[in-house]
């Protein structure tokens, strides 16, 4: 798909540079597999990242990823050139990574501070809004999920079972992404355990296929 992509997008479309946006392990990987791509910028892996890659034309392709929940952010520069034709001939990269210091040295832009601060406002009673309460942590931890069950895994699940009326229910680990603390429990808490805009499916499966979905 990303073969065919870049592919309409500078033969059909008259693209000069094409830039893939990737949630995948080993985007150097994938980037070294693809023509027409001229940069990747990656997510899911969690790491800092900046390399370039032979693509299998012989061109190169660059391959950025920014860390992890906004603790870096990558400022991209390109510098654009013409042939004496005036036609595109090539660019020239600079990739500058600013951490929470850095950014705190720019000034704030006044009319996107008071959008913020207007949405905010704005969400703030629905999100304070008590909606139950709970005896106990409900455990939402990224590495607990990923290695076995918890107790908000199955308050998820348990929901999804009293939503639908079905047998069994579960939920994929990245789905869940933020714990609960005890006593009240706000719409703020469950869309923080739950902020995608995701649907419940409910299917008829046979025991067969369930034991092969686990």
């Not at 309409?8 to 023509?35: F, N, R, S």
């Not at 520069?77 to 036609?87: G, H, M, P, R, V």
């Not at 006593?183 to 995608?196: H, N």
Request: proline share 2%.
């Amino acid at each position: 798909y990303a073969k065919e992509s870049a592919r309409h997008l500078k033969e059909d479309l008259g693209c000069d540079i094409v830039i893939g946006l990737t949630h995948t392990l080993g985007p150097e990987e994938l980037a070294g597999q693809v023509d027409g791509v001229d940069i990747w910028l990656c997510g899911h892996e969690h790491i800092n990242l900046d390399e370039t890659v032979t693509t299998p034309d012989g061109g190169t392709a660059y391959v950025i990823e920014s860390g992890y929940y906004l603790q870096n952010v990558s400022l991209i520069e390109l510098e654009c050139f013409t042939d004496e034709n005036n036609e595109f001939s090539g660019f020239e990269l600079t990739h500058t990574v600013l951490n929470e210091e850095d950014a705190e040295a720019y000034a704030r832009d006044p009319e996107m501070t008071a959008l913020l601060n207007e949405i905010n406002d704005e969400q703030e009673e629905i999100l304070n809004t008590v909606v139950g309460q709970t005896p106990e942590y409900l455990d939402g931890d990224w590495y607990n999920l990923r290695i076995g069950e918890t107790n908000l895994g199955r308050v998820v699940a348990d929901a999804y079972l009293l939503e639908t009326g079905a047998d069994v229910a579960f939920e994929n680990a990245g789905g869940i992404r933020t714990s609960i603390k005890a006593g009240d429990v706000t719409y703020g808490d469950i869309i923080g355990v739950s902020p995608y805009g995701n649907y419940i499916v409910t299917k008829k499966l046979t025991g067969a296929q369930l034991l092969d979905v686990f």
